[in-house]
Nanobody, 118 residues
Framework: VQLQASGGGLFRSGNSLRIACVAS????????MGWYRQAPGQQRELVAT???????NYAESVKGRFTISRNNAKNTVYLQMNSLRSEDTAVYYC?????????????WGQGTLVTVSS
């Protein structure tokens, strides 16, 4: 599975942004897709995930502001980010969890930088 993210950039606090990630390759094996982020000097953290069932999981810090969605026809996962804050500044990584023989495998995109200025 290959993941290609897009849509990052420089934004002001309070603005909105949508980033996208297109999956290719063995997409039939994907069980869930989502987004993680890594701020400078910090560990990578979960932002939001969506399972094939539609079940979602969000970090507390983004609940009510960010919305994850998927377009299965386009093999794409989106992250709508509203009311941006400076603390949302990070590299956002697309993630997919795929089924392989014997278990699951994590797939990562290359990351897209989101910078929020106050």
């Amino acid at each position: 599975v290959q993941l290609q993210a897009s849509g990052g950039g420089l934004f002001r606090s309070g603005n909105s942004l949508r980033i996208a990630c297109v999956a290719s390759g063995s997409i039939f094996s994907i069980n869930s897709m989502g987004w993680y982020r890594q701020a400078p000097g910090q560990q990578r953290e979960l932002v939001a995930t969506m399972a094939n069932s539609g079940a979602t999981n969000y970090a507390e810090s983004v609940k009510g502001r960010f919305t994850i969605s998927r377009n299965n026809a386009k093999n794409t996962v989106y992250l709508q980010m509203n009311s941006l804050r400076s603390e949302d500044t990070a590299v956002y990584y697309c993630h997919a969890l795929g089924a392989v023989i014997g278990g699951n495998r994590d797939y990562w995109g290359q990351g897209t930088l989101v910078t929020v200025s106050s």
